[in-house]
Nanobody, 129 residues
Framework: QVQLVESGGGLVQPGGSLRLSCVASRFTLDDYAIGWFRQAPGKEREGVSCITSGGHMTYYASSVKGRFTISRDNARSTVYLQMNSLKPDDTAVYYC??????????????????????WGQGTQVTVSS
């Protein structure tokens, strides 16, 4: 059974930084594109960023572009999300997920939660003064 575990969330002041980690176990991370999604109270889950299996392509939501950076270390079975210049609107539970095998990942569809089949349990990020 695929397992994904997120960590690195917490409380941070506006303008601060956090780095989230998503560690994979019981499967080969190299084979999968990985996405970061988030869900704020009362809102739908939304795509934040995505990285292809080889790390050659990345995608970002317009709301985080220029502030967040996704990366992966397949040798460590880990995907990271570096979040800088955090804003209160970034407050949410952040999830990592694997994209379905052979999903036609593209700039106009990576952000859809139904593109993913395995999810972590989430990590809370709160941006507040």
């Amino acid at each position: 059974q695929v397992q994904l575990v997120e960590s690195g969330g917490g409380l941070v002041q506006p303008g601060g930084s956090l780095r989230l980690s998503c560690v994979a176990s019981r499967f080969t991370l190299d084979d999968y594109a990985i996405g970061w999604f988030r869900q704020a109270p009362g809102k739908e889950r939304e795509g934040v960023s995505c990285i292809t299996s080889g790390g050659h392509m990345t995608y970002y939501a317009s709301s985080v572009k220029g502030r967040f950076t996704i990366s992966r270390d397949n040798a460590r079975s880990t995907v990271y999300l570096q979040m800088n210049s955090l804003k209160p609107d970034d407050t949410a539970v952040y999830y990592c997920a694997t994209y379905r095998t052979n999903y036609p990942l593209h700039s106009n569809n990576w952000f859809r939660p139904n593109a993913c089949n395995y999810w972590g349990q989430g990590t809370q990020v709160t941006v507040s003064s």
